[in-house]
């Protein structure tokens, strides 16, 4: 990937105090996780992750609890340090750079919100979302504007001089958004930021989270343990189970194709029809034509990119298949009545 923001090369995290010798012996003789234990009391906590992010893209990470996403990024901006592996981040290893080059990375080019933002109670909002800034030394004039700039985004204009006590849950986690975006990072690290709100301020967040991202095109590593969050948000998604990434996909590649049992119970009750297109279902049209001979000049046409509903709509209005072009009109493409009924049932 040439415009990676974010590369993981074999990267390990294992926890104790024997840490490098259950290292030593997870390469010499692929000792498994309840042997490390075992053996040295250590736990594996990330287990030979590799993966790269794309400029501007979200890349979700989830998992049940205990799976180790939430260790993961924590690795991204070096909060935890791993045991083995490479980590890149804008091209710098962030396993070498020094206290300074790294507090400065963090300060400038990396912003976290947590699933808790812990405001601080005695600051009003404008000077929350300012801390940052005053921390890097900005003159007090430009801290404000920088601030309000950043409340501005995320819809909280005239709340800034309130205290966060005043504010509900769902604001509370938009200064705190605020404040990541204060300092223009490049990278944004989202741990569970919406997990805690209710389902509609939830749903509500998502959706301006996902136009900011559009909008500032930030790079984004988003962790969640909901995959109805992660398929709405996600570019990719990443599923992890016990430190490792079983699969790394698209909302449609996961939903389709799930790599193993684990997966497919993941995704055995997600909607397919807005996650699944044209393209995914379809037969060739040279091949169906010389099996069927039939005449599809009348059929109607819809793009490659249509998902399942609008094809369910389009299918009952007709008992011609319907045929698939490219984006440049060309017919590429059949989708009959059965095939759509497989699709909707995700390929059985």
Not at 45 to 58: L, N, P, Q, R, T
């Amino acid at each position: 990937m040439e415009d990676a923001v974010i590369r993981l090369e074999g990267v390990w995290k294992i926890f104790g105090d024997q840490s490098k010798e259950a290292m030593a012996a997870i390469e010499s003789e692929g000792l498994g996780k309840a042997e490390v234990l075992e053996r040295y009391q250590c736990v594996v906590g990330i287990a030979d992750v590799s993966f790269e992010v794309a400029k501007g893209e979200v890349f979700c990470i989830m998992g049940l609890s205990g799976s180790g996403k939430s260790t993961l990024v924590r690795h991204l901006n070096r909060l935890i340090e791993p045991t083995a592996g490479r980590i890149q981040v804008l091209d710098a290893n962030v396993s070498e750079l020094s206290e300074t080059d790294l507090r400065a990375m963090r300060a400038k080019d990396i912003g976290m919100v947590f699933q808790h933002m812990a405001l601080m109670p005695h600051r009003s909002v404008r000077d929350n979302v300012a801390f940052p800034l005053e921390v890097r030394g900005e003159p007090k004039f430009k801290r404000w504007e920088i601030s309000q700039h950043a409340l501005s985004l995320v819809n909280l204009d005239g709340y800034e001089d309130r205290l966060p006590k005043e504010l509900s849950g769902g604001m509370q986690q938009r200064v705190g958004l605020a404040r990541a975006l204060a300092s223009d990072p490049a990278v944004l690290l989202m741990d569970e930021p919406f997990s805690a709100l209710d389902p509609l301020i939830r749903r509500q967040l998502q959706a301006q989270f996902l136009d900011l991202t559009k909008r500032l095109q930030k790079t984004t590593v988003f962790i969640t343990h909901d995959l109805d969050e992660a398929i709405r948000i996600g570019d990719r998604i990443a599923i992890m189970k016990d430190g490792r990434i079983v699969q790394i996909g698209t909302p449609e590649e996961i939903v389709i194709n799930p790599a193993d049992e684990y997966v497919a119970d993941f995704v055995q009750d997600i909607s397919k029809l807005k996650l699944v297109f044209a393209h995914s279902v379809m037969a060739n049209i040279k091949g169906y034509k010389s099996e069927n001979g039939v005449n599809l000049d009348d059929a109607p046409r819809v793009t490659e990119d249509r998902d399942l509903d609008h094809l369910i709509d389009v299918s009952v209005t007709t008992d011609l298949p319907i045929v698939v072009t490219d984006q440049a009109g060309k017919d590429i493409g059949v989708v009959t009545k059965s095939m759509l009924l497989k699709g909707i049932q995700g390929g059985k």
